[in-house]
T-cell receptor
Framework: DAKTTQPPSMDCAEGRAANLPCNHS???????VYWYRQIHSQGPQYIIH???NNETNEMASLIITEDRKSSTLILPHATLRDTAVYYC???????????FGTGTRLKVLA | DVKVTQSSRYLVKRTGEKVFLECVQD?????MFWYRQDPGLGLRLIYF???????EKGDIPEGYSVSREKKERFSLILESASTNQTSMYLC??????????????FGDGTRLSIL
């Protein structure tokens, strides 16, 4: 099963872009990358997902490297409400199974 | 917006009790999931269902059962609660349309304490 590696914590100044990296070097060709975040005492919130092309929605952008071994989630203008644990997840091919890692704890500073 | 609603945010039960956790989704999703989340262990899949009356075991099904009698509702049952089942329980749903890449959407969880 493809695993993901993320830094345990990051800080970002309010109003600046937050760039959260994720390594998934063992990902296979048909496995998608998903990003979720979890604010304390709430359930994980879906942010964005992609296969090989870069993706953008109203919350964030997802940049996937050409070899698909890593990706970056970009929050273009971080606010204090973006303080959360961010999970990069690879879904096991052919299944509904997600593999959650320990995530990155992002703290947005005023 | 997808709405996944779990019946209780906090629940306290005693060992040996039969416990029911309920989850309802309003997006007509085919797939529903039950996870538990524990510090240091992340989210672990207990059971999932891809259709009414259908269920499949996840990674840690022991001590649990599930029921899906209606498409929008998925229940998790602790047959005889034990203290090691104290945890945060999360329900999720996803569309079964097209490939399996549709994202899962989570409820806010039930924090269950077994005394």
């Amino acid at each position: 099963d493809a695993k993901t590696t993320q830094p345990p914590s990051m800080d970002c100044a309010e109003g600046r872009a937050a760039n959260l990296p994720c390594n998934h070097s063992t990902i296979s060709g048909n496995e998608y990358v998903y990003w979720y975040r979890q604010i304390h005492s709430q359930g994980p919130q879906y942010i964005i997902h992609g296969l090989k092309n870069n993706e953008t929605n109203e919350m964030a952008s997802l940049i996937i490297t050409e070899d698909r071994k890593s990706s970056t989630l970009i929050l273009p203008h971080a606010t204090l409400r973006d303080t959360a644990v961010y999970y990069c997840i690879v879904r096991v091919a052919g299944t509904y199974k997600y593999i959650f890692g320990t995530g990155t704890r992002l703290k947005v500073l005023a | 917006d997808v709405k996944v609603t779990q019946s209780s945010r906090y629940l306290v039960k005693r060992t040996g009790e039969k416990v029911f956790l309920e989850c309802v989704q309003d997006m007509d999703h085919e797939n529903m999931f039950w996870y538990r989340q524990d510090p240091g262990l992340g989210l672990r899949l207990i059971y999932f269902s891809y259709d009414v009356k259908m269920k499949e075991k996840g990674d840690i099904p022991e001590g649990y059962s599930v029921s899906r009698e209606k498409k929008e509702r998925f229940s998790l049952i602790l047959e005889s609660a034990s203290t090691n089942q104290t945890s945060m329980y999360l329900c999720a749903s996803s569309s079964g349309q097209g490939a399996r890449n549709q994202p899962q959407h989570f409820g806010d969880g039930t924090r269950l304490s077994i005394l």
